[in-house]
């Protein structure tokens, strides 16, 4: 087994991982690991047969040596003291709790699991085991098959119980005012006149709402989403070593070799983060056609690994994961001159891997049409442009922490055609 990760290395990646930047997790540390314990605690009162995705992956231990190392060096390389999950059958019936129980809101930030899954293992994230686990393709394969069960448990009308105006429900009062439901399409009936927790989460703006107004200039780009610069870069490279410190994008990785890679070969790449707050569907930028539309399967947990020990591992993988992580792609040919071909490429992150495309090859849209949409919360987005195509209006982020980047908004402009 590899070293013990210490406890001075898991406070600090926690304080850096891209789950606390989303407002997945606690603020504080000491009682974030309370609200973890008693998580996993709960979870040892599962006794019945494991959901099939997670037989899956227990047959996947059984038979597979290589994986079991991996997973059982996670486990045990987190400190004893901080250790909440003992072994792997109790990480077997936390998984198993997990996807079998939709997310509760709490106004008190220290007590939420809104993403429990990025709370489950974020201390294992910071061992060698972990960074090992789940890079690992055929891990990373059943963990996406327990989101996928997930997914259809919040998509069910049984979710639908938490939608609700009492303490712990997600039209309480405080909820209300901290997602800013008064933009939302949110009815007057029970549960919100949402058909599940799902759709509650990806729900659409109000289209009489009078604060989210459309650039009118002819020559505007807008934004597709809400959110906060990570980086613009120009000159994008067709390829590049993206998994080094610097993290420079490659496009062919990004596009997964897409025959429009060559379009934005020497182009500008605006990259964006979604809080687990901001609003979960993406627009179209630019009037145009659509000509490329496609899902890439990618990892879940993945960042990037530095040979020392790194803190910021976790908000500076946002880079990395657009070449690696399940992301969107959606190509539009723009109507208007001089701009060409623009690309808006959502990036799945840990819980939010479901990308859901609203539009097919040969669509028309319009600026500010909505496209697709997250599931589950916030993420990463690219915008991808032809070289000398636009001029940046949006700020750049040097440190590329998202907390550190200027804000955007869907329908507002952030570049201008050339």
Partial sequence: MSRTTT??????????????????LPKDRARAHATLKELTERATEWKGDHIPPVADLETLLQTDPVVLQYVSDMIEQV??????????????????????????YHWDPALRQFFPLSHLFVY???????????RNKLFNDKLDGILQYWYGVLS?????????????????????????????????????????????FHRALDPDFPYRPLASDPKAIVS?????VVRWRSDVKRTDQFWLKGQPYSLENMLNGSTYTDKFVGGDVLQTFL?????????????????????????????????????????????????VNTRGIVIIESTAPKIGHVCVLPVGITEISSITH?????????????????????SS??????????????????????DNGAPVFVNGQIARAR
């Fill in 7 to 24: 406890s001075a290395a898991i406070d600090a990646r926690y304080y850096n991982s891209f789950a606390y930047a989303g407002g997945y």
């Fill in 79 to 104: 400190p004893e003291d901080e250790r909440t999950v003992s072994d792997i059958p109790h990480l077997l019936q936390c998984l198993d709790h997990i996807a079998t129980t939709t997310p509760v």
């Fill in 124 to 134: 294992m994230m910071a061992t060698d085991g972990g960074w090992n686990a789940f």
């Fill in 156 to 200: 069910g009308k049984e979710s639908r119980v938490v939608l609700n105006d009492g303490p712990t429900g997600w039209l309480s009062p405080p909820a209300y005012q901290e997602f800013r439901l008064f933009e939302f399409d949110v009815k007057d009936e029970e549960y919100g006149g949402f058909a599940s927790y799902n759709d509650f």
């Fill in 224 to 228: 597709p989403n809400d959110g906060k």
């Fill in 275 to 323: 809080s687990g707050a901001d609003y979960h569907r993406w627009h179209a930028p630019v009037d145009g056609k659509v000509v490329a539309v496609e899902k890439v399967s990618g990892y879940t947990f993945a960042e990037l690994q530095s040979t020392l020990p790194d803190p910021t591992a976790g908000t500076h993988s946002q880079c990395y994961g657009a070449s």
């Fill in 358 to 378: 609203c539009v097919k090859v040969g669509d028309t849209v319009t600026k500010g049409q909505d496209i697709g949409r997250f599931s589950f919360g916030g």
């Fill in 381 to 402: 987005m690219c915008l991808l442009f032809e070289r000398g195509a636009v001029d940046r209006l949006a700020p750049d982020n040097p440190s590329s922490d998202p």
